[in-house]
């Protein structure tokens, strides 16, 4: 099976508790290598660039708040299936519901700081990955 990409972010509530590298360590050993990353503070303008897709969701406007009120790591993550594999290991949206031993049932607060982001598909996961990285920054 091909190697594949997928864009992951670790969210302001994870990076204000200093946990970055708890969940950096639970995507290591999933399988995931992190092959770019970097820390950033986005704008709100660029939370809702990234999440043009929420645009009409009720959500959208604290969850842009919340993503641009402390820094963000922003990562590239590869592995054969790393869509998927980011997914499992992430668990569902709201933290309360995940299964356990998933990042966000461990670390998560709430369904909006719910400490991580992974890309949902392929075609998404390369829109993604191209917000964020220019081509040489992403080293396999
Ligand atoms: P994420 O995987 O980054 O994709 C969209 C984000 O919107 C999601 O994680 C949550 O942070 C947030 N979100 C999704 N659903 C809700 C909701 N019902 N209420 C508040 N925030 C939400």
Redesign the pocket.
Same mark, same amino acid.
């Given at each position: 099976m091909p190697l594949e990409r997928t864009l992951s972010?670790i969210?302001p509530d994870a990076t204000k508790r200093n946990i970055t590298g708890k969940i950096n360590a639970k995507l290591e050993e999933a399988g995931l290598r992190i092959v770019a990353q970097k820390r950033i503070r986005m704008t709100k303008a660029q939370a809702e660039g990234f999440?043009a897709v =929420?645009e009409a969701?009720?959500?959208?406007n604290?969850?842009c708040n919340?993503?641009s009120s402390a820094p963000v790591v922003v990562q590239v993550l590869e592995s054969e299936n790393a869509i998927a594999k980011n997914r499992e290991i992430?668990g569902s949206?709201?933290p309360a519901t995940a299964d356990a031993g998933t990042i966000r049932k461990e670390f998560g607060v709430?369904?909006?700081?719910?400490s991580? =982001?992974?890309s949902?598909s392929l075609e998404n996961a390369k829109i993604e990955i191209a917000y964020f990285f220019r081509p040489e920054e992403i080293v396999g």
């Open positions: 972010i969210k999440y =929420h969701r009720p959500f959208f604290d969850l919340a993503m992430m949206t709201n709430n369904i909006q700081d719910n991580v =982001h992974g949902d």
